[in-house]
């Protein structure tokens, strides 16, 4: 079946660690996303990449870098994970910019 | 403030009644309207996507722009209890500075009562 995949599902990690959050899209989609979810603030926008080779930042970069190698894979990571980047993390694609976003099922990710 | 707002309920309604859900939005230069789904646990699943003003009607949902009100809304007919979710809004605008960036309100949660 045709979509996102995230990996991993969930995850505890020590402050301090580095982590990196795996997105594939098998769709060939141009655009990828990253979005963190909290209670209350809803989804924000991480990192964006409109293709491949190219990256942007979003409402919410500090702390997360990304890289876009290839069409299909989108890995986000945190170079020394803190406590308040808690949070579900959603990837998502789209077909081309303003067109609608396709959703992974999201990586639960606790910093202790 | 947000620029776009939505109420986080909980929604409570019995089977078969009909859901109304909105948001309201600031920017005047939001084109392109969204609904997305979610079930716990689950990532956003676009419902409907409609582009400027007007109605769009897909099985039992129907969305509607009122550009003029900045106001957006989606309706579920004959409500299952399969329809108990979060309902995120979400919206963009043309343009390059705004590129494919979707503003998302907070969520609904609805809970459809058997």
């Known amino acids: 079946i045709a979509g996102i995949t995230q990996a991993p599902t969930s995850q505890i990690l020590a402050a301090g660690r580095r982590m990196t959050l795996r997105c594939t899209q098998d769709?060939?989609?141009?655009?990828m996303y990253w979005y963190r979810q909290d209670l209350g603030l809803g989804l924000r926008l991480i990192h964006y990449?409109?293709?491949?080779?190219?990256?942007g930042k979003g409402e919410v970069p500090d702390g997360y870098s990304v890289s876009r190698a290839n069409t299909d894979d989108f890995p986000l990571t945190l170079a020394s994970a803190v406590p308040s980047q808690t949070s579900v993390y959603f990837c998502a694609s789209s077909e081309q910019y303003n067109q609608p976003q396709h959703f992974g099922d999201g990586t639960r990710l606790s910093i202790l | 403030q947000k620029e776009v707002e939505q109420d986080p309920g909980p929604l409570s309604v019995p089977e078969g009644a009909i859901v109304s859900l909105n948001c309201t939005y600031s920017?005047?230069?939001?084109?392109?309207f969204m609904w997305y789904r979610q079930y716990s646990r689950k990532g956003p699943e676009l419902l409907m996507y409609?582009?400027?003003?007007g109605n769009k009607e897909d099985g039992r949902f129907t969305a509607q722009v009122d550009k003029s009100s900045k106001y957006i809304s989606l309706f579920i007919r004959d409500s299952q209890p399969s329809d108990s979710a979060t309902y995120l809004c979400?919206?963009?605008?043309?343009?390059?500075?705004?590129?494919?960036?979707?503003?998302f309100g907070a969520g609904t949660q609805v809970v459809v009562t058997p």
């Open positions: 769709m060939r989609h141009n655009a």
């Open positions: 979400a919206m963009s605008a043309r343009g390059t500075d705004s590129w494919g960036k979707l503003q």
């Open positions: 409609t582009y400027s003003s």
């Open positions: 990449s409109n293709t491949a080779g190219t990256t």
């Open positions: 920017n005047s230069a939001f084109q392109y």
